[in-house]
């Protein structure tokens, strides 16, 4: 599946987002190594505190759908409000527990619209379960 489809589906989760607080509307698409999509968008609550971004909620969506297929190759993640819209550090620990590989985001200095990060580059030096 090309980084394209991914963001794709990451454009059109943000279009469900629950963001009446911040307006600031999140789509993130994770790409399993089964080579399955599933897709999370930010959730926020009138207790501030307890929104979820759009990263945290696909990996929920993940776990839940498929215990057997739970490792991410690839997350992309799509804001109308930002380009690039890099994931918070919270959720950068959260993908990471899901062994994930890479980041595509939206980037208009590219000429694809899109640029791919290694994981390494946006958590270096991680602590994740096989520390434990
Ligand atoms: N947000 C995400 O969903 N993902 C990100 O990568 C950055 C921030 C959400 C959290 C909150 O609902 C809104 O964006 C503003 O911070």
């Given at each position: 599946?090309?980084l394209?489809?991914?963001?794709?589906?990451?454009?059109?989760?943000?279009?469900?987002?629950?963001?009446?607080?911040?307006?600031?509307?999140?789509?993130?698409?994770?790409?399993?190594?089964?080579?399955?999509?599933?897709?999370?968008?930010?959730?926020?609550?009138?207790?501030y505190?307890?929104?979820?971004?759009?990263?945290?909620?696909?990996?929920?969506?993940?776990?839940?759908?498929?215990?057997?297929?739970?490792?991410?190759?690839?997350?992309?993640?799509?804001?109308?409000?930002?380009?690039?819209?890099f994931?918070?550090?919270?959720?950068?620990?959260?993908?990471?527990?899901?062994?994930?590989?890479?980041?595509?985001?939206?980037?208009?200095?590219?000429?694809?619209?899109?640029?791919?990060?290694?994981?390494?580059?946006?958590?270096?030096?991680?602590?994740?379960?096989?520390?434990?």
């Amino acid at each position: 599946m090309d980084l394209a489809t991914v963001m794709k589906a990451a454009r059109e989760a943000a279009q469900n987002a629950y963001a009446p607080y911040s307006g600031f509307r999140v789509g993130a698409a994770i790409l399993t190594e089964g080579g399955t999509l599933r897709a999370g968008c930010n959730v926020e609550n009138a207790s501030y505190g307890l929104g979820i971004c759009a990263e945290r909620s696909a990996a929920v969506a993940m776990a839940l759908a498929d215990p057997e297929d739970r490792k991410i190759r690839l997350v992309a993640v799509a804001s109308p409000n930002a380009a690039p819209c890099f994931p918070c550090g919270a959720c950068r620990q959260v993908l990471r527990e899901f062994g994930c590989k890479g980041v595509v985001l939206e980037d208009p200095a590219e000429a694809s619209g899109l640029r791919h990060y290694p994981f390494e580059a946006l958590l270096p030096h991680s602590f994740g379960p096989e520390h434990l």
